[in-house]
């Protein structure tokens, strides 16, 4: 990791920055972008391919805009890596610790580009910005919403009812991967024979393609449409009547 205070990636990290920040919806006004540079509230900071930007051990609070390369953040367990979130130019993450007391990151966020450039924007000035306009703390807490939104999406896939409609919400959240399969079958709860046969039966009706450990999502609706079958035939099965009900 290298911090940029001037040169060529400096200067085209501001115009990167200037761009990104116009599209997003917390401090997406020129006037916050002036606030930011002129305070020299932020930083800008280059990696390599493999640097960890954030760690559960080394983290800063401050929100962090990818500008340039690709991240993604991933969480270890006894099967290996699982990637939870990935990261285009243009990606906001750091939510997790910008406001919250000091307890470990939430997962390790990685380059998995040959490189990558980063501007942070620390607690203190967001905070100011926060404070100094209403629609940027709405918007805030609209992002956070959202951000609640995909957790319960998370939860859904660890709680839904069969090794097929946990898959189909995993794979239609993550948009497909290069996937361990043990590392996959451990962060579902399911065997990877069980694994497989789901695999086998979403490439089968089209949802997705494999090729080797890749997955690519072909039709996300198709995908999403097995947690309401499996959801339905739950529903049916828990109001069918038992023959003890019968008799």
Do not use: W
């Amino acid at each position: 990791m290298q911090e940029r205070k001037e040169g060529a990636d400096f200067s085209r990290a501001l115009s990167r920055f200037r761009t990104v920040l116009s599209e997003n919806d917390i401090l997406g006004r020129d006037l916050f972008f002036d606030r930011i540079v002129s305070s020299q509230g932020f930083s800008v900071r280059s990696y390599e391919n493999g640097e960890c930007i954030f760690s559960p051990q080394a983290f800063e609070r401050a929100l962090a805009f990818l500008l340039e390369g690709k991240a993604v953040a991933v969480k270890t367990n006894a099967g290996g890596d699982v990637a939870v979130s990935r990261f285009q130019p243009g990606s906001l993450f750091g939510l997790a610790a910008l406001f919250a007391e000091d307890e470990p990151y939430a997962s390790e966020i990685r380059v998995v580009s040959r490189k990558a450039l980063v501007v942070f924007v620390p607690q203190e000035t967001v905070a100011e910005i926060l404070s100094a306009s209403p629609e940027a703390s709405l918007a805030y807490i609209r992002l956070l919403s959202q951000k609640i939104r995909f957790l319960n999406a998370k939860l859904d896939a660890f709680t839904a009812p069969n090794a097929l409609a946990k898959l189909s919400l995993y794979l239609a959240e993550q948009n497909g991967s290069k996937l361990s399969m043990l590392a996959l079958a451990n962060t579902l709860n399911i065997s990877r024979m069980t694994l497989y046969r789901a695999l086998d039966e979403l490439t089968k009706d089209g949802s997705i393609q494999r090729s080797g450990k890749t997955v690519t999502v072909t039709d996300r609706a198709k995908l999403l449409s097995h947690l309401t079958e499996s959801a339905e035939r739950e529903s049916d099965s828990e109001n069918k009547p038992s023959r003890k009900d019968i008799l």
